[in-house]
């Protein structure tokens, strides 16, 4: 497993134990989307997943900001701990 499916996985798990439904996401033809989508708790997020410090491209920072426009809440998790930071705001409402 790579460094970066090895946190994923990690992140999945996680938000899985804290009950949202995970999903890896991809557009069709469409590159930049981030790669994971949660669904749960009347909400929806969704994130990029790097490997320890590396930082999204400048097409995946876009589309997150874009996504956030959109009023729905949009990240990027290169460490566990940022993921579950994100997985409890989205959690919260």
């Known amino acids: 497993m790579t460094p970066e499916g090895k946190v994923q996985a990690d992140i999945m798990k996680h938000a ?3 009950g ?3 999903l890896r ?3 069709m033809g469409q590159a930049g989307y981030p ?3 949660f669904i749960g708790f009347n909400t929806v997020g969704f994130m990029e997943v790097k490997k320890a410090g590396e930082t999204p491209t ?3 920072a876009h589309r997150l900001m874009k996504i956030n ?3 729905v809440l949009a990240t990027y998790c290169d460490r ?3 993921a579950e930071d994100f ?3 989205l959690k919260s409402g």
Do not use: P, R
């Open 35 to 37: 790669d994971l989508m």
């Open 20 to 22: 949202f439904l995970t």
């Open 25 to 27: 996401f991809e557009v």
């Open 80 to 82: 566990l701990d940022d």
């Open 16 to 18: 899985y134990d804290e």
């Open 58 to 60: 400048s097409l995946q």
């Open 69 to 71: 426009k959109h009023g």
């Open 87 to 89: 997985i409890n705001v």
